[in-house]
């Protein structure tokens, strides 16, 4: 089993950082993953990763589609991968209508298809073709004016890997049908089925097989023998995932557990926490969601966790770390590391 972790920055502490996945690339990690939501953007940390690291592939955990045009995010991809020595993965994510709309004041509406157009656009960049294209999106050259359609004045190389991070039935097939990997969020190992069954579905559509597809899920990982003291401060961040990633009218994680089975508390929680009754929210996230979906305990109680994601299909385990400082969370890594390899 492969693992990765997230940049996750936040406090402008770029030498902290780079001294993180410098380090998590000693210890054998394969992958960096970095994200953009309304502060800084995903790209530009990994362009600064690639210079301090060699072997950690860099991923972009995940870009926001819809927010550049199709050919800069070709440009940047095809210039991340060279800069990288063939390095770079390309994550895309829908992300969701408060920021789409609210930051960058781009409609979200036909995102599957948009997805699926930057995909392609990106595809026909990257293999030094001319971009001509016409989608229900994108029309490349733009009809009525004096562009014309160009190829990329970089080299052609090979595809640069594409992961989506999805979480709707459509969107899943989709990622099945076209990508090279998935990003998955709102996971219980338990319940694979919610995400497998439709990737496996669009797989099956495109004449693909599912072991072509990286599949990326895990949490966070906390060593000690207290779990009951390690569940109440996990309950926050599942609160906002299920009230606040979202609207009431389109939470895509809200709407992920609850086809995991858990539709009354996913419902319950972001009403709450919609309404302002935030404390209640947190304290209504049941201690079994926090368990089944991070990865919390003792050596062995961490190790039947990582089994449930193997034996679940999970091919990639992505995870957060614990810790105090830097060194906390690299003893983390290196203690869950070590259980990975004793498992397998």
């Not at 953009?36 to 950690?56: F, K, N, R, V």
């Not at 020595?85 to 409609?107: K, N, T, Y």
């Not at 992920?256 to 926490?273: H, I, K, M, S, T």
């Not at 614990?322 to 869950?336: M, S």
Request: net charge negative; glycine share 10%; charged share 25%.
């Amino acid at each position: 089993m492969r693992i990765s972790v997230s940049l996750g920055m936040g406090r402008e502490d770029w030498d902290g950082a780079s001294t993180y996945i410098v380090e998590a690339e000693r210890l054998g990690v394969d992958d960096v993953w970095s994200a953009e939501a309304w502060g800084y953007d995903a790209i530009s940390p990994l362009a600064y990763m690639a210079a301090q690291t060699s072997t950690i592939r860099l991923g972009t955990g995940i870009v926001q589609s819809g927010t550049r045009t199709p050919a800069l995010l070709a440009m940047t991809a095809m210039s991340m991968a060279s800069l990288s020595r063939d390095r770079f993965v390309l994550g895309l994510g829908a992300s969701g209508p408060q920021v789409v709309e609210g930051w960058h004041g781009i409609s979200f509406k036909r995102q599957m298809t948009r997805m699926r157009e930057l995909i392609e656009i990106v595809r026909l960049a990257e293999a030094g073709e001319r971009v001509s294209y016409s989608g229900k999106i994108y029309t490349l050259p733009l009809p009525g004016g004096e562009g014309k359609a160009l190829r990329s004045s970089a080299p052609a190389r090979k595809p640069v890997p594409i992961y989506l991070a999805t979480l709707s039935p459509k969107s899943l097939q989709m990622t099945g049908e076209l990508a090279d990997g998935w990003l998955g969020t709102s996971f219980l190992p338990e319940r694979a089925d919610v995400f497998f069954d439709d990737i496996k579905k669009g797989a099956e559509k495109a004449g693909r097989s599912m072991s072509e597809i990286d599949l990326q899920a895990g949490g966070a990982v906390v060593f000690g023998d207290d779990v009951e003291e390690m569940i109440p401060p996990r309950k926050a961040g599942l609160a906002f995932t299920l009230g606040a990633m979202g609207s009431r009218e389109h939470n895509f994680y809200n709407a992920a557990f609850r086809r995991a089975g858990y539709e009354d508390v996913a419902a319950e929680v972001q009403n709450l926490w919609l309404d302002g009754k935030r404390e209640e929210a947190r304290e209504l996230v049941p201690d079994e969601l926090v368990l089944k979906t991070n990865l919390l305990g003792t050596d062995d109680m961490v190790k039947d966790r990582i089994r449930a994601y193997r034996d679940a299909g999970v091919t990639t385990l992505r995870v957060e770390p614990a810790g105090r400082d830097l060194k906390e969370r690299l003893d983390t890594l290196g203690r869950l590391i070590d259980c990975v390899k004793a498992v397998a």
